[in-house]
Nanobody, 112 residues
Framework: VQLQASGGGVVQAGGSLKLSCTGS????????MSWYRQTPGKQREFIAA???????AFVDSVKGRFTVSVDSRKKTVYLQMNNLKPEDTAVYYC???????WGQGTQVTVSS
């Protein structure tokens, strides 16, 4: 299973970005997906997840600003990020809990 993340970029504080993560492979399912982020010198941090039943969970720092959704037909999971802050600057990774597979990461930079 391969995951392809995209959608990162540079945005001003208060702006929005929508990340996408598309999986390949006939048996791949977008159920049980997570998003993480990492800044230089720090461990990768869990930020959001969506379960097989569609329930979502978020780290406190992004609650109310980020949402997660899936398009099963497109085998894609999305991370909608609103009201971005400079501290959201990081490389964002998607992760399939089903296959323990990681996407390649996409850079998000939020300028103040």
């Amino acid at each position: 299973v391969q995951l392809q993340a995209s959608g990162g970029g540079v945005v001003q504080a208060g702006g929005s970005l929508k990340l996408s993560c598309t999986g390949s492979g006939n048996i791949f399912s977008v159920n049980a997906m997570s998003w993480y982020r990492q800044t230089p010198g720090k461990q990768r941090e869990f930020i959001a997840a969506i379960t097989e039943s569609g329930d979502t969970a978020f780290v406190d720092s992004v609650k109310g600003r980020f949402t997660v959704s899936v398009d099963s037909r497109k085998k894609t999971v999305y991370l909608q990020m609103n009201n971005l802050k400079p501290e959201d600057t990081a490389v964002y990774y998607c992760h399939s809990r089903q296959f323990n597979s990681w996407g390649q990461g996409t850079q998000v930079t939020v300028s103040s």
